[in-house]
């Protein structure tokens, strides 16, 4: 990928509002990336002014889908359209929430691969993922993530 400041996310991941929890990416290769979302009133997780420990492991496995996900794009299709996704956590395998974000924060993810496994049209991998707001830690986890391309 190119310049990707400038891509809309929402080409690249099958979610949409209100199911969308990943407003940019900041940086992304094939075993990192990185993701900003801002915590919205009107969040589908949004408890009491508060996003829930749910928003931020489908946070959580919507930045990690991207590392996967973005291999089954070509390098210069910065619109998203040559290609259709599905994929789903198939298991977390381990998680800790040390807190949750209030409404008005944005919430940076950094993910890492571990593992992959690549068939003709899916991918099984595994991936760590941290979870931070103002450089304090929210959660940490490993999940198990099966992305498959659509024909």
């Known amino acids: 990928m190119h310049n990707i400041q400038s891509l809309d996310i929402q080409n690249f991941l099958p979610h949409r509002a209100p199911f969308l929890m990943v407003d940019k990416v900041i940086s992304i290769d094939d075993e990192h990336v990185s993701t900003a979302f801002t915590i ?8 009491n002014g508060v996003f829930s420990e749910v928003g931020l492991i489908e946070n959580a496995a919507q930045t990690c889908s991207s590392i996967v996900g973005k291999s089954y794009f070509d390098d210069n299709d910065v619109e998203g359209k040559g290609t259709k996704l599905i994929g789903f956590i198939s298991a ?46 929210l959660l940490s986890c490993v999940l198990n993530l099966f992305i498959q391309k659509l024909e």
């Open 92 to 137: 977390i395998k381990s998680v800790k929430v040390v807190a949750c974000p209030k409404v008005g924060e944005t919430i940076l993810s950094n993910a890492k691969l571990l593992s992959r496994f690549d068939a003709d049209d899916y991918s099984i991998c595994t991936l760590s993922c941290a979870v931070l707001s103002s450089n304090k830690e």
């Open 40 to 47: 919205r009133t009107d969040d589908i997780f949004v408890v």
